[in-house]
């Protein structure tokens, strides 16, 4: 527990400080992305499975890049990337010497980088944003405070297992009582966030804190298919990047496209 106290001290400064300074949130971003993927490449290639990493992280870094530096790419020239990209994985594979699990091969490194890289770069989006500082800190706070929450109401009251086949520690305990912390510690944070109504912030904090127990969920998933314990060790009583990202990961793209998009489809009135 002392641990994990002293790498969530350390993590939540970094966190202040890249939410409030640009350069660092898409320095930051970007490093926890190339850790992410290296350490994903680890856990699949201890299956057994040959993957091309060096491709993997490069392309995997050049998303968030793009985004910090507001690459200007238009939809023709997305879809050429695209295409360039699979055709040099495609290449790639043809250097094998032996046909041992290609498609395996392929659509896990494309996966990786759709998963880690492209939903974690809308971390730089959001941070882009009008009022970016704190609607950035507004989604960490929700995501993470219901991991903390579902770890510690299901360490003192976790009963009921939630999915044994994926991940046996987590409750139902937990997660009810991540969910509501959550929602009390994003309610209090949304004060500081004025470009949402404040019916929409309710609605958002409820989603968001539903998606981060997902992406948890997904995470344990595939260190069960991998037969791992952590992704990593880089933070004592944690584990690795992805053990600490992995919820951020899917409530990060659902809270972007919620905030630019939904939002003014959504006629909620402000209060």
Known sequence: MAKRILSS???????????????????VTSL?????????????EKKGVRLFKIFGIAVGLFIPISIYFHF?????????????G??????????????????????????AILYISWCFSFLIRIRQ???????????IVITKSSDIGAYLWGRKYGRTQLLARISPNKSLEGAVGGFFTSIIVGSIFSVFVTSIGSLEKFFLIIIVAIISQLGDLFESL????????????????????LDVIDSIIFTAPIFYLYV???????????M
């Open 129 to 139: 944003l009008e009022e970016g500082t704190m609607l950035l800190g507004f989604l």
């Open 86 to 111: 699979l055709f040099a994985l495609f290449l790639l594979e043809l250097t094998k010497k032996e046909n041992h699990q290609a498609i395996l091969s392929l659509s896990t490194t494309v996966f």
């Open 32 to 44: 926890l992305i190339l850790i992410g993927l290296y350490e994903f490449f680890y856990m699949v």
């Open 222 to 241: 595939i260190k069960r298919d991998c037969q791992v314990k952590d992704s990593g060790r880089i933070f004592p009583g944690m584990g690795g990047v």
């Open 72 to 84: 200007s790419i238009k939809e023709g020239g997305q879809f050429l990337f695209t295409i360039l």
């Open 9 to 27: 001290i350390f993590l939540g400064i970094v966190v202040v400080f890249s939410a409030m300074f640009y350069p660092l949130c898409g320095f």
């Open 260 to 270: 630019t998009m939904m939002k003014e489809s959504l006629v909620l009135p402000p």
